[in-house]
């Protein structure tokens, strides 16, 4: 079975940083792509509300929905334990050619855990949208994105059921591993 085809996310965040994330893409579905990193590299870890939810090493399942205002990660240690989900609100990925995507962060973002949600960087997009670097129209839109996914999360009607369906394991599987 020849390996999923690699994707190319070009990942702009206002100003001018720009950052390409090379991942699989493991299902091509019309309204869900899920791409898989084996292993990201970082720095640092991430924490959040005191735990490390991603670090060196870690595999990330990505969800990307076409037409949407945010995409999906699901963050693990580097041992392969689930730590939670990282919604990042950007704008709707647009899905090029030979597997060149292209998005912009909008610095607001949401995480799920066992705990509940917690909205992340409305500091950032405020300080993003005073510098110019994001337009008013955007940052309400961000602002409304993330509040509703936190308040669909709390209810239990969020994220779709495929976030749930493919995990690590069945990442790893597609990949023939």
């Known amino acids: 079975m020849p390996s999923p085809p690699l994707v190319r996310i070009h990942y702009h965040r206002p100003p001018d940083r720009l950052e390409v994330f090379e991942q699989h893409l493991v299902l091509d579905a019309p309204d869900v792509k899920v791409t898989f990193a084996s292993a990201v590299t970082r720095d640092r870890p991430i924490r959040i509300a005191g735990r ?3 670090e060196y090493g870690s595999p990330v399942v990505w969800f990307t929905f076409p037409e949407l205002w945010h995409d999906i990660g699901r963050f693990h240690t580097a041992a392969g334990e689930f730590t939670g989900l990282y919604v990042n609100v950007v704008t709707p990925v647009e899905l090029g050619t030979d597997h060149r995507w292209e998005s912009t962060d909008l610095f607001v973002d949401l995480w799920l855990d ?4 917690l909205v992340l960087d409305r500091n950032e997009l405020e300080e993003a949208r005073r510098l110019g670097w994001v ?8 602002l409304a994105e993330v509040e509703l996914l936190r308040v669909e999360a709390e209810a239990g009607r969020w994220p779709p059921p495929v976030v749930e369906e493919w995990t690590l394991e069945r990442a790893r599987s597609a990949l023939g591993g």
């Open 52 to 54: 490390t939810v991603l």
């Open 135 to 142: 337009d008013d129209a955007t940052a309400a839109r961000a």
């Open 114 to 117: 066992d705990r509940g949600a």
